[in-house]
């Protein structure tokens, strides 16, 4: 079918029109869905060798500009290889709309080309094909990439599709977008009647109009801006069913560019480099760009005019394409025939499936309005039905301990917010003890489950890259080796306070007296205001005030910051696993929640003193914020630093996400390295409106 529409495009490019054909104009665009959020991704360059950082920054939008106050406060990062393993992730938040940092390529994964995606958890509510991606090359010289006939490796596009219609588009001599289709039911003189919608690329309708009462139809759609780069037209019978899906790409005739003054084009070594960057184009407020200066042939669009297989075989790419690609008309005849090919994904049944979700009106993911957030749903352990109204208690252990509390709603979901965290955090999840039902936790996946469909690629670098490759790679050893930068002081003792509750009333060190045998006898002789009950053959604690009396009800126990509601079990312990004993010994209000004082219990151990939890109980780890990496600027400031014997063989010269554009020409400075060749130097941004602008300009370097 692919060699059909191939004849019928150069048929149609050949005769200019079809005969018989139903001419339809319309200007019917459509605003979308509400708040469509997207993001901007760049990275320093596009190949890396395993263990270094990939640096990044990614920009905020809203319905294409800037929005005055966002929506989501945190992105999720992830990089993953084309069988869909994740192999780093990281949250991270969002000022001033936008968020840069470095997430580290683990040392121990194989050569080959990854993907590389940023989005938001109300972006989880779209297909995977929305989601800002673009691919990167990674170098393991320990790890080869896989041959072409490993088992995990999938070339085939799916063989289930839906053939129904058959569809071309086209851009015609005045540049307008002409969409072509006739129904497959042949030669019938039935009218049909049609619903033809226009996605973009990130799968917001854009476009809409009904064609009526004809068996072909020739639209014609005349160019806008909002339709520059990879967009979908989607067939609907007049039943809503989908019909066809057909890809097209429209390049920005107008694109916004920078150039870059340089007073030379050759350097030496270790010597400053000062650049301009002359906008090309009326600069308005937060004008931001990314500036990096890298290693000819580390960069996709710095290599040639050519586009990677990689775009090629997996078109869904297109739509976060960089911009530098489209001053190509040659690039362009690529991309219509990459999209011709791709044609026969987009009518399966999981495809079709895909774009039928765009309609559904419940959204599950609601954005991350703070921080980080956790949720999952209570549910009952025999029935699998939801369970409203059950308190829920959530733990940061350890070096940042934390407790949260949350009733569960009628659904049986809960949602924590972890405010002032970084990195992987260690957290216990538990329910409170139900005397009528026995529940279990289903905690959400707090990055995305759903995967593009991958078509794998074959690694761009051959025998001939051998040298180019292995100069990367010594680069990289040597200069880890001998780097310089400051390494972040970490404490060698954890600290184990828990500020949860303010100020402790009282403190219970057990080594300040005589070892006692039992717990029973420490509550008794040496902590105060807590006396140990027993009811029924179950044993409760029970806090006085100040006045020594009695509060009334239990109050909330906790071990390590666990909650414990079975008091016979903690009493089984030995004292000399305790280090201490804190009592809060009045009402204390968490939230929503009160409770009659408050008995913390820290033990000397890793495992809770062997304590029995409950089975309902969740041990994870859990991502929070990742901690924020500032790169190290190598400076020669002086003869003295330029002398120095410590080699320099950085294979990125500078990295800066935060550059702010102006009127007038922006100068930035950069030092070479003792690596001689040559340098690409990289602008790209998004002005406030949202039009991507970008230039590039190349160094050689030599003693």
């Known amino acids: 079918?692919?060699?059909?529409?191939?004849?019928?495009?150069?048929?149609?490019?050949?005769?200019?029109?079809?005969?018989?054909?139903?001419?339809?104009?319309?200007?019917?665009?459509?605003?979308?869905?509400?708040?469509?959020?997207?993001?901007?991704?760049?990275?320093?360059?596009?190949?890396?060798?395993?263990?270094?950082?990939?640096?990044?920054?990614?920009?905020?939008?809203?319905?294409?500009?800037?929005?005055?106050?966002?929506?989501?406060?945190?992105?999720?990062?992830?990089?993953?290889?084309?069988?869909?393993?994740?192999?780093?992730?990281?949250?991270?938040?969002?000022?001033?709309?936008?968020t840069s940092g470095a997430i580290k390529i683990p040392d121990d994964i194989r050569s080959g080309i990854y993907i590389m995606r940023v989005y938001t958890r109300y972006q989880r509510n779209f297909p995977a094909e929305a989601i800002t991606s673009i691919p990167v090359v990674i170098v393991n010289p320990m790890l080869p990439p896989m041959k072409e006939n490993d088992s995990f490796i999938n070339n085939k596009q799916p063989s289930e599709k839906n053939k129904k219609s058959e569809s071309i588009v086209i851009t015609d001599e005045t540049e307008d977008i002409i969409y072509l289709i006739a129904d497959s039911s042949g030669y019938s003189d039935e009218k049909v009647s049609y619903i033809l919608r226009i996605f973009s690329g990130n799968l917001n309708p854009v476009w809409e109009n009904k064609l009526q009462n004809s068996k072909k139809y020739k639209v014609r759609i005349q160019k806008k801006e909002s339709l520059?780069?990879?967009?979908?037209f989607v067939l609907y019978d007049a039943y809503g069913e989908?019909?066809?899906?057909?890809?097209?790409?429209?390049?920005?005739?107008?694109?916004?560019?920078?150039?870059?003054?340089?007073?030379?084009?050759?350097?030496?070594?270790?010597?400053?480099?000062?650049t301009e960057i002359n906008p090309e184009f009326k600069v308005t407020d937060d004008c931001f760009v990314s500036v990096a200066v890298v290693k000819h042939g580390t960069y996709f669009p710095g290599i040639n005019n050519s586009l990677p297989d990689v775009y090629i075989k997996n078109p869904w790419l297109l739509k976060d394409l960089p911009s530098v690609y489209s001053k190509s008309p040659a690039i362009k005849q690529q991309i219509d025939s990459a999209l011709v090919l791709y044609h026969d994904y987009l009518n399966t049944p999981a495809f079709y499936q895909k774009i039928n979700s765009l309609s559904s009106c419940k959204m599950k993911y609601i954005p991350d309005v703070r921080e980080v957030s956790l949720s999952g749903v209570i549910l009952d352990?025999?029935?699998?039905?939801?369970?409203?109204?059950?308190?829920?208690?959530?733990s940061v252990l350890f070096d940042n301990p934390q407790l949260h509390i949350q009733k569960t709603k009628a659904d049986g979901e809960f949602i924590f917010s972890l405010n002032g965290l970084s990195d992987v955090q260690d957290v216990y999840i538990c329910p409170a003890v139900q005397d009528s039902v026995k529940t279990k936790i289903l905690v959400e996946q707090d990055f995305m489950t759903d995967y593009p469909h991958i078509v794998h690629?074959?690694?761009?670098?051959?025998?001939?890259?051998?040298?180019?490759?292995?100069?990367?790679?010594?680069?990289?050893?040597?200069?880890?080796?001998?780097?310089?930068?400051?390494?972040?002081?970490?404490?060698?003792y954890p600290i184990k306070e828990n500020k949860t509750f303010g100020d402790i009333i009282h403190k219970t060190v057990l080594a300040d007296?005589?070892?006692?045998?039992?717990?029973?006898?420490?509550?008794?002789?040496?902590?105060?205001?807590?006396?140990?009950?027993?009811?029924?053959?179950?044993?409760?604690?029970?806090?006085?005030?100040?006045?020594?009396?009695?509060?009334?009800?239990?109050?909330?126990?906790?071990?390590?910051?666990?909650?414990?509601?079975?008091?016979?079990?903690?009493?089984?312990m030995h004292p000399a696993q305790i280090e201490k004993i804190e009592v809060v010994n009045k009402v204390y209000v968490l939230g929503d929640h009160a409770f009659n004082g408050i008995i913390m219990i820290t033990t000397k151990t890793e495992n809770f003193a062997g304590l029995q939890l409950p089975d309902e109980a969740v041990f994870m780890e859990y991502q929070t914020i990742s901690k924020e990496k500032e790169l190290y600027q190598k400076l020669y400031p002086s003869e003295i630093e330029k002398e120095s014997r410590i080699p320099d063989l950085r294979n990125m010269l500078y990295w800066n996400p935060n550059v702010t554009i102006e009127s007038k020409r922006t100068k930035i400075t950069f030092y070479t390295s003792d690596c001689e060749g040559n340098y690409d130097i990289i602008v790209r941004g998004y002005s406030s409106d949202g039009k991507p602008f970008s230039g590039i300009r190349k160094i050689n370097v030599r003693k």
């Open 1 to 98: 079918m692919n060699i059909l529409r191939i004849i019928l495009l150069c048929f149609i490019l050949l005769s200019g029109h079809l005969k018989g054909q139903k001419i339809v104009s319309t200007e019917k665009f459509v605003s979308g869905i509400g708040n469509y959020e997207n993001i901007f991704l760049v990275t320093d360059r596009n190949v890396y060798i395993a263990g270094e950082n990939i640096w990044f920054n990614a920009d905020y939008f809203i319905n294409g500009v800037f929005p005055e106050q966002k929506q989501s406060n945190i992105l999720y990062l992830e990089l993953f290889d084309d069988a869909g393993t994740v192999v780093a992730k990281g949250k991270y938040s969002l000022s001033n709309n936008k």
């Open 228 to 232: 520059d780069g990879l967009n979908y």
């Open 242 to 274: 989908i019909k066809d899906i057909s890809a097209f790409y429209i390049l920005n005739d107008n694109p916004n560019e920078v150039s870059l003054s340089l007073k030379d084009s050759v350097f030496s070594i270790r010597e400053p480099v000062e």
């Open 381 to 394: 352990k025999r029935t699998d039905m939801p369970v409203g109204g059950v308190p829920v208690y959530l």
């Open 457 to 492: 690629v074959r690694f761009p670098f051959t025998i001939n890259d051998k040298s180019f490759l292995e100069e990367l790679y010594l680069n990289f050893q040597l200069n880890d080796e001998f780097s310089t930068e400051k390494k972040p002081e970490q404490s060698i």
């Open 513 to 572: 007296f005589i070892t006692l045998k039992t717990i029973n006898e420490v509550f008794t002789e040496i902590v105060p205001n807590v006396k140990i009950r027993k009811k029924d053959q179950n044993y409760y604690f029970q806090v006085l005030n100040e006045l020594n009396q009695e509060l009334p009800g239990q109050p909330l126990t906790l071990i390590d910051n666990v909650p414990v509601f079975n008091i016979n079990i903690l009493l089984d």
